[in-house]
């Protein structure tokens, strides 16, 4: 069975630092494209970043860069975000998911079940 | 570019007809996703390039449209499709997703 499963999630406080990973089984993860998509509580879903095979395209929300960091690890099928400069706003349910692939890639068919982020003091 | 979805909500029954639209600020071609989302559960791909449907996928869920204007339409409610809808353009980046719709239970 395919799946995606996010861990790292916890309460920081604003400024903060914390590093989500996303570990994937039944899928060798240094085939896809990959992304981070969060969803603040009650609210919609916002696209956060992307990184290609092999990391050499990346790309972030506006909201995140330069304090985001998306990488993978594809020895450990993993992949990965390094959240720094953290903020209120940032509060939200993390989820990792796959680019369909093929061509056009763009939409997201494999989604992990999440990991719960919580800016507070 | 900016995604926009009407209506916000739908309260429908079983069985009927319902069409959600999405509208993006610029021409996206047909890079275009449907995604449904339940309660507390991660989103669901249903529908790519604006038309196509993903494996596994009820054939009453029907994506059209190309450009700017796009539509979801579910052409015979079922309980299990009361859910929130998003849209997603994949054009370029930022992949932004429309602000939803949710269908509830008239």
């Known amino acids: 069975e395919v799946q995606l499963v996010e861990s790292g999630g916890g309460l920081v406080e604003p400024g903060g630092s914390l590093r989500l990973s996303c570990a994937a089984s039944?899928?060798?993860?240094?085939?896809?494209?990959m992304n981070w998509v969060r969803q603040a509580p009650g609210k919609g879903l916002e696209w956060v970043s992307y990184?290609?095979?092999?990391?050499?395209?990346?790309y972030y929300a506006d909201s995140v860069r330069g304090r985001f960091t998306i990488s993978r690890d594809d020895a450990k099928n993993s992949l990965y975000l390094q959240m720094s400069s953290l903020r209120v706003e940032d509060t939200a349910l993390y989820y990792c998911?796959?680019?369909?692939?093929?061509?056009?890639?763009?939409?997201?068919?494999?989604w992990g079940q999440g990991t719960v982020v919580t800016v507070s003091s | 570019i900016r995604m926009t979805q009407s209506p916000s909500s739908i309260s429908a029954s079983t069985g009927d007809r319902i069409t959600i639209t999405c509208r993006a600020s610029?021409?996206?071609?047909?890079?275009l996703a449907w995604y449904q989302q339940q309660p507390e559960k991660a989103p669901k791909l249903l529908i790519y390039?604006?038309?196509t449907l993903e494996s596994g996928v009820p054939s009453r869920f029907i994506g059209s449209g190309s450009g700017t204007d796009f539509t979801l339409t579910i052409s015979c409610l079922q309980s299990e499709d009361f859910a929130t809808y998003y849209c997603?353009?994949?054009?370029?980046?930022?992949?932004?997703f429309g602000p939803g719709t949710k269908v509830d239970i008239k």
């Open positions: 990184i290609g095979t092999g990391g050499t395209n990346i």
């Open positions: 997603q353009q994949y054009s370029d980046y930022p992949r932004l």
């Open positions: 039944g899928l060798p993860l240094s085939s896809f494209e």
């Open positions: 390039a604006a038309s």
């Open positions: 610029q021409n996206i071609n047909t890079y």
């Open positions: 998911a796959r680019d369909l692939p093929g061509e056009p890639a763009g939409s997201f068919d494999i």
